[in-house]
């Protein structure tokens, strides 16, 4: 299971180690999320992956380190790119490029971090939750509304254990899919039969332990209300969660680059909160 996954050795050259002795890589974890000596083999795993006579298509000068130390930035603190061209003393136009080119490669280079659904244990419990991840209103795509949030994003389910831990995290879907359309389009239900499963009351109908919905006819009854809030003190791991997820602002403030980059952006996000949690 990638939720057991260690984290692999790699081997660091003597470019990366020049890198972290230059007084130019002042303290970062704050910034992003990751020690000096985990972004160094973060640098290493891209090295690998594009090979020695590979196309390096992050700005020179930069370099490889400040352009991961960039990119982990913008998208740990969504930080505005002129603000950060601003701190590394050089152009928007090449924290953008930064960005671009290193946000698919850091994702790829994870893959092996992020569980898929068939990773999930059949025989444990499981919480569910949906979360919208904000973006700007695109006029040309209204699928992105969510009248649950009354705001435009992209909607993912979340999975966690009984102890709050992460388990799985869905590919998004448009942010007008109910949590319930959702999770079915995740492909999870096919593999797993969620009766054991707890869920909101966006998941009633899904055979799995949700909260009971009053109805219009008569008052809850205390047996009712009491069980309620039993599930209720259950589910709170799953708000946990999911705000420790986005922590990563670009996930929690809307997202202002491209839309059609806005899902692979999600994905990388995905791909190194879960290795972060390998450690």
């Known amino acids: 299971?990638?939720?057991?996954?260690?984290?692999?050795?790699?081997?660091?050259?003597?470019?990366?180690?020049?890198?972290?002795?230059?007084?130019?890589?002042?303290?970062?974890?704050?910034?992003?999320?990751?020690?000096?000596?985990?972004?160094?083999?973060?640098?290493?795993?891209?090295?690998?992956?594009?090979?020695?006579?590979?196309?390096?298509?992050w700005p020179p000068i930069l370099g490889l380190f400040r352009s991961v130390v960039v990119t982990l930035t913008y998208l740990r603190r969504n930080r505005v790119q002129a603000e950060l061209a601003e701190t590394h003393a050089v152009s928007q136009s090449t924290i953008s490029r930064a960005v671009a080119v290193l946000t698919p490669i850091l994702g790829r280079v994870l893959l092996d971090y992020v569980p898929v659904a068939e990773d999930l244990p059949v025989t444990e419990q499981y919480i569910v939750d949906g979360s919208l991840l904000p973006c700007w209103s695109w006029a040309a795509h209204?699928?992105?509304?969510?009248?649950?949030?009354?705001?435009?994003?992209?909607?993912?389910?979340?999975?966690?254990?009984?102890?709050?831990?992460?388990?799985?995290?869905?590919?998004?879907?448009?942010?007008?899919?109910?949590?319930?359309?959702?999770?079915?389009?995740?492909?999870?239900?096919?593999?797993?039969?969620?009766?054991?499963?707890?869920?909101?009351?966006?998941?009633?109908?899904?055979n799995m332990i949700t909260p009971i919905k009053k109805t219009p006819v008569r008052d809850m009854l205390d047996w009712e209300k009491q069980f309620n809030t039993d599930i209720n003190k259950i589910r709170w791991v799953i708000e946990q969660t999911i705000a420790q997820f986005k922590t990563w602002r670009i996930l929690h403030t809307d997202y202002r680059r491209p839309l059609t980059t806005f899902a692979e952006t999600i994905s990388t996000v995905i791909a190194l909160h879960f290795y972060r949690l390998a450690e």
């Open 1 to 57: 299971s990638a939720f057991l996954h260690e984290r692999r050795s790699v081997s660091i050259e003597n470019w990366v180690t020049r890198l972290t002795s230059q007084k130019r890589t002042a303290a970062v974890y704050h910034t992003t999320g990751f020690s000096k000596s985990e972004i160094v083999e973060l640098c290493a795993l891209v090295k690998a992956d594009i090979g020695d006579g590979g196309m390096r298509g």
């Open 142 to 206: 209204p699928e992105l509304f969510s009248g649950k949030h009354k705001t435009t994003g992209l909607n993912v389910q979340v999975v966690c254990d009984l102890y709050g831990r992460l388990r799985w995290i869905s590919d998004p879907v448009e942010g007008c899919r109910h949590d319930t359309a959702a999770l079915r389009l995740s492909g999870v239900l096919d593999t797993h039969d969620p009766i054991n499963w707890i869920g909101d009351k966006g998941y009633v109908g899904n």
